[in-house]
């Protein structure tokens, strides 16, 4: 079974990020991307809440850098959004891009599930990640960055992403398996997919 941990197009098993509830998929994460925010927090209207009850997970939610409005509106969003899905024991699926401070300082309170998807930062931001129990998503490349503790902690909590890249997931794992020459991808990956997503 490979498993998809980020997508925006519909899959049996793959978490599949949308702004509604795909049909015919078990596993769907409740979409706010950061880049789509209004320039001032506005409190989400009731049918926010109700999108929530049927998925697996909320996200990609998160901070851009580059994209969206001000960082300071980034991070009221994901704050509600964090104290929500933790009254609601959701996961949660986070973009980042060059808020790796902000982001930590964000998830200091949250106790539920993270994944951190489409990663690609280096070693240290890694092990950062896999010590607080997080799990992390690579798309095709990403692994190059960080071979020496993927080496070192094995593939718990490891996971293997298309995005929106129009790709089949198994070349995904074939390749990830070819370049870090690690054994077992899509089995470890299939137990953290099931991990994550609570399995159905
Ligand atoms: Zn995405």
Redesign the pocket.
């Known amino acids: 079974m490979f498993c998809d941990f980020?997508?925006?197009r519909p899959g049996k098993n793959a978490l599949v990020?949308a702004e509604k509830m795909p049909e015919h998929i078990p596993y769907w994460s409740f979409q706010i991307?950061p880049w789509d925010l209004p320039e001032k927090f506005v409190f989400p209207e009731p049918g926010f809440f109700d999108s929530l009850s049927s998925a697996a997970a909320l996200g990609?939610i998160g901070l851009d850098r580059l994209k969206g409005p001000s960082l300071e509106v980034q991070r009221k969003y994901l704050d509600f959004f964090l104290e929500t899905a933790e009254a609601r024991q959701l996961a949660v699926v986070i973009?980042c891009v060059r808020c790796d401070a902000e982001l930590d300082a964000a998830l200091k309170n949250f106790s539920g599930k993270v994944l951190i998807?489409?990663f690609r930062g280096g070693e240290k931001r890694l092990l950062n990640h896999l010590e607080k129990g997080r799990f992390v998503s690579f798309a095709p490349g990403g692994w190059k960055h960080c071979p020496e503790t993927l080496r070192e902690n094995g593939l718990r909590n490891i996971g293997l992403e298309t995005?929106?890249a129009l790709l089949d997931i198994k070349e995904v794992y074939e390749q990830a398996e070819a370049e870090t020459k690690i054994a077992g991808w899509e089995s470890i990956c299939a137990d953290n997919f099931l991990r994550f997503t609570g399995g159905k």
């Open positions: 980020h997508t925006h990020s991307h990609e973009h998807h489409g995005d929106d």
